[in-house]
């Protein structure tokens, strides 16, 4: 819909965003001297029935003669809202003619209210292209919020336009302190808060970020990997039930494949491929949707259940994580391994003792591992003391027959030390 070339209203589909149902969300755009806000209808149709040019249903049934109308019905109040805001003094912005044609005023809406339907409509992509966890995440600083402004103002919300640079800082204090939440969890739940914030203000109810220059810090963590012998501990280890022992071999076959959980959890027989007379796994990440290749050597391959090779059902059937974690911390008391081991240990050891100590480099155990950039490899990759140590005695007669140490210092090198140089060339 057009108005001197100065505003326009526009319904589209969200063809990669696919709700459960199959059918896709349509959304309006409205455009404004050039500046552009969208928001969800609330409608959906089937990729079938959307015709892309006249931006409505095809054909004459009761479903498309029903949703076209809707469609109509919002059309006309945006345009509406559109015409009242054109009688202000205020410029016209399309996030204000959004916020009028809502019947919402940007001073009414409450933050806690605000994260909640922004929580809502991620928990419908839950499954398509949002993950479960990151949605419980969402849940637990929605939660947080709310406990924070009903303890310090005696609120049970506080308006969106109230969130100023002063009230992140308290929020980050009271995660802190009252909380008792650690520094990298802090951080993780500020950058929630952050994207719920630049939200708000994609929608115009504030103005100003006022998360801009406000820097979020987290703190360096070295993570958790076994040593070769810790490795071979846990492969020559007799749990004591069956469930352990499916933990127990799913937690092997990651350490020498670098599967996440998710990953090993839903894997199948269709994912193991055959080629040139070896067995791969091949599949994609859950979290990233890049691709996985990855060589099974014997051992991993052992490990796998091949009574299902004619069925979907996933090999090794696996509990929730946290169960999985708790076996593992179990396993590793028995065995004398003093590490705070979870799941997650598997990919480290994967990284470091499978590949990187061995001789693999960097960007093929990257590839193998499925991440996007090589960077997120190098977080991973851990030199062994081992391997500086056997890379510096293969070294050290090249550079020690290059350097000599001269006479005078020859009474402060050590005794057994001094025959060898003496024979030095």
């Not at 929020?171 to 993780?188: D, G, M, P, Q, Y």
């Not at 027989?269 to 091949?282: E, G, W």
């Not at 990284?351 to 499925?370: C, D, K, Q, Y």
Request: charged share 25%; proline share 3%; with cysteine.
């Amino acid at each position: 819909y057009l108005m001197g070339d100065s505003f326009k209203i526009l319904f589209y589909t969200k063809r990669k965003e696919k709700l459960k149902s199959g059918q896709m969300p349509i959304m309006c755009k409205i455009s404004v001297n050039g500046r552009f806000c969208t928001f969800s209808t609330s409608l959906s149709v089937e990729e079938r029935m959307w015709d892309s040019r006249r931006k409505r249903l095809k054909g004459r049934s009761e479903q498309a003669r029903r949703t076209n109308e809707l469609l109509d019905r919002i059309q006309y109040a945006v345009y509406d809202a559109y015409m009242r805001l054109k009688h202000l003094p205020d410029e016209v912005t399309p996030q204000a003619v959004r916020m009028l044609y809502s019947g919402q005023r940007s001073s009414s809406i409450g933050i806690v209210e605000f994260f909640g339907r922004h929580n809502e409509e991620f928990a419908q992509m839950v499954g398509l292209n949002r993950s479960k966890s990151t949605l419980y995440k969402y849940r637990q600083v929605c939660k947080h919020l709310h406990a924070h402004i009903t303890a310090h103002y005696g609120l049970s919300d506080m308006p969106v336009t109230r969130v100023d640079r002063k009230f992140i800082c308290e929020f980050h204090r009271w995660l802190t302190e009252t909380a008792k939440c650690s520094v990298n969890t802090v951080w993780i739940y500020m950058i929630a808060f952050k994207h719920v914030v630049t939200q708000a203000v994609a929608c115009g109810i504030i103005s100003r970020n006022p998360f801009t220059a406000y820097k979020l810090h987290c703190r360096h963590t070295d993570k958790s990997f076994l040593m070769r012998d810790e490795l071979r501990r846990f492969i020559e280890f007799k749990p004591s039930t069956q469930a352990q022992c499916r933990v127990i071999d799913a937690f092997i076959f990651s350490c020498f494949t670098g599967l996440s959980f998710s990953d090993v959890k839903r894997l199948t027989m269709a994912d193991i491929v055959r080629r040139n007379d070896r067995y791969y796994v091949s599949t994609y990440r859950k979290k990233t949707g890049t691709s996985i290749d990855v060589p099974l050597l014997q051992l991993p391959y052992s490990l796998i259940n091949r009574d299902y090779a004619d069925s979907s059902r996933p090999l090794f059937d696996l509990p929730s994580n946290n169960w999985c974690n708790t076996v593992l911390r179990m396993a590793a008391d028995r065995m004398g391994i003093n590490k705070r081991i979870s799941f997650h240990t598997a990919r480290h050891t994967f990284a470091t003792t499978v590949t990187l100590a061995n001789g693999i480099p960097i960007e093929v155990v990257s590839r193998m591992l499925g991440h996007v950039s090589i960077k997120t490899t190098q977080t991973y990759a851990r030199v062994l003391q081992t391997s500086i140590s056997n890379e510096m005695s293969r070294a050290s007669k090249n550079i020690e027959s290059n350097y000599h140490i001269p006479d005078r210092l020859m009474s402060r090198t050590a005794p057994h030390m001094i025959s060898k140089l003496r024979r030095a060339p």
